[in-house]
């Protein structure tokens, strides 16, 4: 295993909305940015999707991350990688969110295009 470094930067929230009218239509569809430095390595272009389908609460259930896209295209360790991605979304929006508070018992909010830009680092084992 090596010991990557990520640096998240910014989070685009492309849709989230929070009904307390029909839970059914509680989603979240959000981009994260990110650079990658591994092995002396520098890759500050990456990005992934995450996601929460239709009609599942993001506050309980786990957050789907994509596989990241950017100029990095070697081993992954997708399993550790979703953990870090979901921990930066609730840093940034959630009841403990820096940017955006949303606790208990919220109802009929909807998000769009909000640029959230905070960083926070994590290290990631990747397999060699």
């Known amino acids: ?14 849709a989230q909305d929070v009904s307390s ?3 059914k239509q509680n989603h979240l ?8 430095d591994l092995n002396d390595k520098h890759y500050a272009d990456m990005s992934v999707i995450l996601r929460h389908p239709f009609g599942t609460d993001y506050t309980k259930e786990p957050i789907e991350v994509e ?3 950017g100029s990095y295209a070697g ?4 399993n550790a990688f979703r953990k870090i991605v979901e921990d930066y979304y609730r840093s940034a929006i959630g009841s403990q969110g820096k940017a ?5 018992g919220s109802g009929n909010v ?10 926070k680092s994590y290290q990631l084992e990747i397999p060699q």
């Open 1 to 14: 295993m090596t010991t990557a470094t990520l640096t998240f930067q910014k989070l685009i929230q492309e």
């Open 21 to 23: 009218t029909d839970p």
């Open 29 to 36: 569809v959000s981009r994260a940015f990110f650079r990658l």
């Open 67 to 69: 596989k990241p896209f």
């Open 75 to 78: 081993n992954w360790n997708h």
């Open 100 to 104: 955006m508070r949303i606790g208990p």
């Open 110 to 119: 909807r998000m769009r295009g909000n640029t959230i830009g905070f960083l």
